[in-house]
Nanobody, 124 residues
Framework: QVQLVESGGGLVQAGGSLRLSCSVS????????MGWFRQRPGNEREFVGA????????YYGDSVKDRFTVSRDNAKNTAYLQMNSLKPEDTAVYYC?????????????????WGRGTQVTVSA
């Protein structure tokens, strides 16, 4: 059974930084592309960024490009989302997800496994 657990969320002032972690167990982390999504109340789940295992290619949503960075550590079975220059509109629940055929995709339905999410709140 594949499990994903996010950590690192919290409250931060605008302009600050946070790093989210996503620990994966029970699966083959090296075979997964890893994605990050976020969801604000009343909104659909929004693609934030993703990273492939092969080649380490990354792709980002327009609203976070140049501020957020996705990375992974295969030795630790963990993916990361480094968030810099945070804005109040970045406030959301952040989810990590694993995609079993290692392709970069922005569609939530293409991901096979999901964490439960971690709250990020950015104060003005």
């Amino acid at each position: 059974q594949v499990q994903l657990v996010e950590s690192g969320g919290g409250l931060v002032q605008a302009g600050g930084s946070l790093r989210l972690s996503c620990s994966v167990s029970g699966g083959r982390f090296r075979e997964y592309a890893m994605g990050w999504f976020r969801q604000r109340p009343g909104n659909e789940r929004e693609f934030v960024g993703a990273i492939r295992e092969r080649g380490g290619y990354t792709y980002y949503g327009d609203s976070v490009k140049d501020r957020f960075t996705v990375s992974r550590d295969n030795a630790k079975n963990t993916a990361y989302l480094q968030m810099n220059s945070l804005k109040p509109e970045d406030t959301a629940v952040y989810y990590c997800a694993a995609q079993g055929v290692d392709i970069l995709t922005i569609r939530p339905e293409d991901y096979d496994y999901w964490g439960r999410g971690t709250q990020v709140t950015v104060s003005a």
